[in-house]
């Protein structure tokens, strides 16, 4: 796939340093000064109709496109499509897509040409350089600002995720859309209780093992505003298809 193809719609972030972490949470202690090589990460999450393109040419079929451990899970399962994909509150062609694992978030982004972003990456083009609280700066959040739920009771039973341009407010500080709630976001790294034994000043990255819990980042519809902050954290096992997690891809550029 050509460069100028795999960069469209992605924001290209170039070298610098920021501030990873915070005190608001023991799972992002310390906060420690990061030096991040350039790297680029899409605008918007991974939509609906851009995930169908995954789909219609054959991703479901072509290990080529799948690390040995997410061919041998799709092929447990039988899926060939993601979780939700015929649901009405979930399935229009502009909302991130949803229902889908670890594995198939790395599948489709092997078929774009891309990868997933490490969580540094993704707090980097969050938080950027002024230590922002929220990807809109530190206004509290509203429902203006981001599809959550304050005190984690959505208003609506059955809710749903929205447009991934619904809240335009909701955007960082280098001009990603949607990085705080809606739908939490896959990362490359797995899971550790905080930072103290990957502190790594260049460029950090966790891996541990596929099968490990991977990091979410973003909070979603079901979360409240605490989670809505750049450095908050989540996790889940990579085989989780629920519809809390999406993710948008990110690209080395070094």
């Known amino acids: 796939m050509q460069a100028n ?10 070298e610098g340093m920021f501030l990873m972490g915070s005190i ?6 310390p906060p420690h000064q990061v030096h991040m090589s350039s790297f ?7 939509t609906n109709q851009l995930y169908r393109r995954f789909i219609d040419a054959g991703g479901y079929t072509n290990p080529a496109y799948w690390t040995a451990k997410g061919w041998e899970f799709i092929q447990r399962i039988g899926a060939t499509v993601p979780n939700y994909w015929r649901d009405g509150y979930w399935n229009q062609d502009n ?3 949803t229902g889908i694992s670890w594995w198939e978030a790395m599948a489709c982004a092997c078929f774009l ?7 540094a990456q993704w707090e980097y083009a969050c938080k950027g350089l002024d230590n922002r609280r929220f990807p809109w700066g530190n206004e509290e959040p509203t429902q203006e600002y981001a599809n959550f739920a304050p005190g984690c009771e959505p208003a609506e039973l059955y809710r749903s995720s929205t447009s991934v341009d619904e809240h335009p407010k909701n955007v960082s500080y280098f001009g990603c859309l949607d990085m705080a709630g809606n739908l939490a ?8 209780f905080d930072y103290t034994g990957h502190m790594a000043h260049k460029d950090p990255c966790l891996i541990t093992g596929e099968e490990d819990d991977h990091i979410a980042r973003g909070g979603c519809g079901l979360h409240n505003e605490d989670f809505l902050r750049c450095s908050s954290r989540d996790w889940y096992p990579p085989t989780i298809r629920d519809n809390l997690i999406g993710f948008r891809c990110a690209l080395n550029l070094y």
Do not use: F, Y
């Open 5 to 14: 193809r795999v960069l469209q719609d992605m924001i290209v972030i170039d």
């Open 24 to 29: 608001e949470s023991l799972d992002e202690e």
């Open 40 to 46: 680029a990460i899409d605008r918007i999450p991974v």
């Open 113 to 119: 040409g891309k990868t997933l972003p490490t969580e």
């Open 95 to 97: 909302h991130p897509v």
């Open 185 to 192: 976001e896959w990362c490359l790294d797995n899971w550790s």
